[in-house]
């Protein structure tokens, strides 16, 4: 039995989580915090989720003991979570996007007390998708353009997804490109004939889409497409609860969900 405790679990993702936690008979949810002043604060978590009583009451901070922490929050409210938890010495789940490159470095620092996994997105096929461009941009190397679009519910707050810059990255790594450098973030104007070692990367907002991945690799007179599209949350909340599981008594050090997930082996 895995004891988890999610952090956001009031929120869209949270609270996907909280609900497949609990019909999973492997886990356990002992703990639920949300920000303070939260409408939902002292009540059942099992409740709020539409399922029975859990015993849990949701809190501002962490209160008892769990194996894993799940964090769906926003960066600063992430951090503090994350200090307690690690203190506390649960292992570390984030999910949370939107950190600095200062707040990830301090992450990485808190990885080295506690096991730890920091991804952008946790859906099954997300990370299998993440190998397979690195494989499919090696094997096509520089001849062919590469380009990535992303598309998201209107009320996303970042952009492009922290999923649309990992494939870019894993892309740039494979094709022996500079992300830092060669990633064009939309286009505007007169902007002149595509460098050879771009990589754009274009954000799509709108509606209630849960999120979408296109990885186009074109040459002169053909393009290779890999798409992924996700229906629910609940692709993210199954992923989760697979990593969660993979980390609980793990030993202290950053992992990857491709490691967690069984596909270290592709890309």
């Known amino acids: 039995m895995v004891t988890i405790a999610v952090n956001g679990a009031c929120g869209r993702m949270g609270m996907r989580v909280v609900q497949s936690a609990l019909e999973d008979p492997e886990c356990r ?19 709020l989720a539409g399922k029975e009583a859990a015993g849990v009451a949701v809190t501002s901070g962490l209160a008892g003991r769990s194996a894993v922490l799940l964090d769906f929050s926003k960066p600063e409210a992430s951090l503090e979570r994350i200090r307690e938890a690690a203190t506390a010495g649960a292992a570390l789940l984030i999910g949370t996007t939107g950190f600095t490159p ?8 808190i990885a080295r007390h506690t096991a730890c996994i920091l991804s952008p997105n946790m859906s099954v096929g997300v990370n ?5 461009v690195a494989e499919v941009a090696k094997a096509l190397g520089e001849e062919y353009d590469m380009e990535i679009v992303e598309a998201h519910h209107r009320l996303k707050k970042d952009a492009p997804s922290g999923t649309a810059l990992r494939l870019a990255e894993n892309i740039a790594e494979a094709a022996g490109r500079n992300p830092a450098k060669d990633a064009v973030y939309g286009r505007q104007g007169l902007v002149g004939p595509r460098k050879k070692n771009d990589i754009g990367v274009l954000a799509v907002r709108g509606g209630d889409i849960v999120g979408d991945h296109t990885v186009v690799f074109s040459c002169l007179g053909e393009r290779i497409e890999i798409i992924h599209r996700t229906h629910t949350r609940d692709a993210f909340a199954r992923g989760a609860l697979r990593a969660a599981k993979f980390l609980a008594g793990k030993p202290p050090g950053m ?3 491709a490691e967690a997930l069984g596909f270290e082996t592709v890309g």
């Open 29 to 47: 949810v002992v703990c639920a915090c949300v920000r303070a002043g939260h409408p939902a604060l002292g009540k059942d978590i099992g409740i």
């Open 102 to 109: 200062e707040q990830k470095q301090e992450i990485h620092e």
């Open 128 to 132: 299998l998708l993440a190998g397979l």
């Open 255 to 257: 992992y990857g969900m």
